[in-house]
């Protein structure tokens, strides 16, 4: 068999063992994918009745997670382990045009394999899919670099604008490559070209919501309120011994200066780099997603070049020790077959909503998960929602109130035992959790969930 061949073999079988891994691990499909795109389309505008501080991508755009089909749990580790899998594959085709040799082009591979799980690869959220974009990205300015043709501009371009409707943190790495272009090239032609390839998606992104008249909406929560409340209240800082594990799994980047090929480096430490703006601001280690893959590049540039020194060998295994004692603390505490938010009790909450409404009915959900809208079909009130977090709350506190006043829904959930980061939602949700009890008893509970229908159709009933 050839090298290509063996390569492919045992490729096959690192994405056969990363399936494995994560249809063996806990798993969290954030809510929001499910949530958003299902109230989308149920006729709420996104940011004007949604509230939301992320850009589109598949949940407010008319193509969208919902119908495409992820709806259920279940689908979401299809989607997770199908982007996962194509990840490898880009993975492998660019580590091999780089080094020209499948085997060594596999480090890469066995790295992302190593530490996708260990950044919270069990979890499914918008950093999951930005690889698919950047990758092909990162390839075209390989490419371009190599033979100065503008076209690969071009391309990069527009693999770009495609990660910036999904999230608007790529926006500094779109511009840390346009100021590289400017002194690489040192030329005006080029640059036209990566704009002409960059801007069109978010513009027709931005146009859209202008057709929706949601854009004064828009810029509030993606660009305003980023930058004043949820800088000021939202933020996560890192911990210690998150600290620790970042730079260590990072901690092959310290030997890039050992690497020939410096526009080679240089455009690679741009990519992870630039891409890490969302864990600057909540340090959660599904935000290192992004920029892993071009870790594992370089990773695997770096054992090519100095495998064969002695103290590069010595420091090798020191590194596989604590790979060893950080993976095996990790597997024992994540391998399990529950489902973040889908739990038993929240299936028991969906079906006793089913019972109490009718489709498309407008409830209102307190404190309790608000997917539940999607899982039992119903709509908020009013068709008026936002993720209750206390710098959410800060800012739509009264049109909550008035969207319960307004919709005078029949039934309410509420969970009065929620904390967010410390803040209890019965002190920054004060005005709503207020209103509520003066107008809602209880007839129902699951958990902690109180279900809740009008004083006045409760005595009626009674």
Known sequence: MTRLKIAVVILFIILVTHTLIIKSLIYFP???????????????????????????????????????????????????IAVVLIIHLLIFFITYKILKDPLK???????????????????????????????????????????????????????????????????????????YLLIFGKKVKPL???????????????????????LKDFWFWTV????TTFAKY???????????????????????????????????????????????????????QPSLPFVAITAALILAKLFDQTIFKIALMGFFIISVVFLTNF??????????????????????IKSLTDEKEEIFIFGASPHLYQMSKTLPASKIF??????????????????????????VLRDSSVEIEGWKITDYAKKIDLYILENYTEVDRIGNVQFLIKKDKYANRI
């Open 224 to 227: 305003w309120f980023n930058l």
């Open 30 to 80: 954030y809510p929001e994918l499910f949530l958003y795109p299902y109230l989308t389309n149920n006729g709420l505008t996104p940011y004007k009745d949604i509230f939301d501080q992320h850009f589109p991508g598949l949940m407010f755009l008319p193509i969208n997670l919902d119908n495409l089909g992820m709806n259920t749990p279940e689908m979401a580790r299809v989607w997770s």
């Open 192 to 214: 036209l070209y990566f704009l002409a390839g960059f801007l069109p998606l978010p513009l027709l992104m931005i146009g859209y919501f202008y057709f929706l008249g949601a």
């Open 331 to 352: 597997y024992r505490g994540h391998i399990s077959s529950n489902v973040l938010f889908f739990d038993r009790q929240t299936y028991q909450m969906s079906d006793r």
């Open 386 to 411: 936002v993720f209750q977090f206390p710098w959410f709350i800060m800012e739509s506190e009264e049109r909550l109130v008035d969207s319960l006043k307004r919709s005078d829904p029949n039934l």
């Open 234 to 288: 939202g933020r996560k800082g890192a911990t210690f011994s998150g600290l620790i594990r970042i730079l260590f799994i990072f901690s092959p980047l310290l030997l890039t200066k050992y690497l020939d090929n410096k526009r080679l480096i240089m455009i690679l430490l741009i990519f992870i780099f630039g891409s890490l703006a969302s864990a600057s601001s909540r340090f959660d280690f599904v935000h290192f």
């Open 105 to 179: 082009a596999l480090i890469a591979n066995l790295f992302f394999l190593t530490w996708q799980p260990f950044l919270e690869g069990w979890v499914l959220w918008i950093d999951s899919f930005l690889p698919l974009f950047l990758l092909p990205a990162f390839y075209f300015l390989y490419k371009y670099i190599n033979k100065t043709k503008n076209s690969y501009l071009f391309w990069l371009g527009i693999f770009l604008g495609l990660a910036v409707v999904f999230k608007q943190v790529i926006i500094p790495l779109a511009g840390m490559i346009f100021i």
